[in-house]
């Protein structure tokens, strides 16, 4: 099955610096890519994904690149805000059938005022 | 927007109880979700369900049991509490690849 790594465990940055939260993932067939954010107390949201015909998306301060080849995907956040502190999961999965995602373990992005 | 919502935000049980989990979503998904979120671990798949009275197990089912009666209900059971399922669990629904999480269920069993 789908293996997913996610690093680095926790990140921590000033206000307005740049963060960068990195996957990869094991299988060859998986073709779509989210990434969600988990706020204290709450559920986790999706906050922006791509697919694998595409090599970069970005909305707003945040963009997602993925290199088909070296099986690799990686949140950008740029301008970081205090209200960016949560914790992200990457997550892979097929684009067909039941859809069952894989996540990464996470990262604890904590952003210092 | 779709709201995926669990019946408690926090619960206490003590070792050896039947506990039951709900998870309602409003927006007609077909696949449902249980995850269990542990420090360190991340998000674990313990059952899924593609459609009514339709389940398969997920990464870590020993312990648990699911029901769906109703395409917006998914329920999650502890068939007998242990202290090692203390823990969030989270329930997701989707349409597509696309999942939409509830806001967790903190359960603690003493």
């Known amino acids: 099955g789908e293996n997913v790594e996610q690093h680095p465990s926790t990140l921590s940055v000033q206000e307005g610096d740049s963060a960068v939260i990195k996957c990869t993932y094991s299988?060859?067939?998986?073709?779509?890519f989210p990434w969600y954010k988990q706020e204290l107390g709450k559920g986790p949201q999706l906050i922006i994904d791509?697919?694998?015909?595409?090599g970069e998306k970005k909305d707003q301060r945040i963009a997602v690149t993925l290199n088909k080849t070296a099986k690799h995907f990686s949140l950008h956040i740029t301008e970081t805000q205090p209200e960016d502190s949560a914790v992200y999961f990457c997550?892979?999965?097929?684009?067909?059938?039941?859809?069952?995602?894989?996540f990464g373990r996470g990262t604890s992005l904590i952003v210092h005022p | 927007d779709v709201k995926v919502t669990q019946s408690s935000r926090y619960l206490v049980k003590r070792t050896g109880e039947k506990v039951f989990l709900e998870c309602v979503q409003d927006?007609?998904?077909?696949?449902m979700f249980w995850y269990r979120q542990d420090p360190g671990l991340g998000l674990r798949l313990i059952y899924f369900?593609?459609?009514?009275?339709?389940?398969e197990k997920g990464d870590i089912p020993e312990g648990y049991s699911v029901s769906r009666e109703k395409k917006e209900r998914f329920s999650l059971i502890l068939e007998s509490a242990s202290t090692n399922q203390t823990s969030m669990y989270l329930c997701?629904?989707?349409?597509?690849?696309?999942?939409?999480f509830g806001q967790g269920t903190r359960l603690t069993v003493v």
């Open positions: 997701a629904s989707s349409h597509g690849p696309k999942a939409f």
């Open positions: 299988d060859s067939a998986s073709n779509y």
């Open positions: 791509i697919r694998s015909n595409v």
């Open positions: 997550a892979a999965s097929i684009d067909e059938g039941s859809y069952i995602p894989t």
């Open positions: 927006m007609d998904h077909e696949n």
């Open positions: 369900s593609y459609d009514v009275k339709m389940k």
